[in-house]
């Protein structure tokens, strides 16, 4: 599995942004994604991720009510719409693919290149 992520960009705290990664196989629609991000200096981290049937999803404490993941299984792509941006939310963020719904990035078997989302003050 092939994945591309888009999307990113530079905007002000308090505005959204929508990221999209697109898959390459039919055999996204078999597959957990996620949403990783990483700063400078910090260690990759858990934004949020969704089932293969897009019902079941779960986010990390601080992107809860701010952030929602969905998918489309039709189209092999995944979103995350971020609302009410944060400075500190500034990372890059990857799309990942794995067998099961999971926090732990080690779950994840396929990554993509990722997007830079840069919030302002």
């Known amino acids: 599995v092939q994945l591309q992520a888009s999307g990113g960009g530079l905007v002000q705290a308090g505005g959204s942004l929508r990221l999209s990664c697109a898959a390459s196989?039919?055999?996204?629609?078999?597959?957990?994604m996620g949403w990783f991000r990483q700063a400078p200096g910090k260690e990759r981290e858990f934004v949020a991720a969704i089932n293969r049937s897009g019902l079941s999803t779960i986010y990390a404490d601080s992107m809860k009510g701010r952030f929602t993941i969905s998918r489309n299984n039709a189209k092999n792509t995944v979103n995350l719409q971020m609302n009410s941006l944060k400075p500190e939310d500034t990372a890059v963020y990857y799309c990942a693919a794995g067998p099961r719904t999971a926090a732990d990035l080690s779950e994840y078997t396929y990554w993509g290149q990722g997007t830079q989302v840069t919030v302002s003050s």
């Open positions: 196989q039919r055999t996204f629609s078999t597959s957990a």
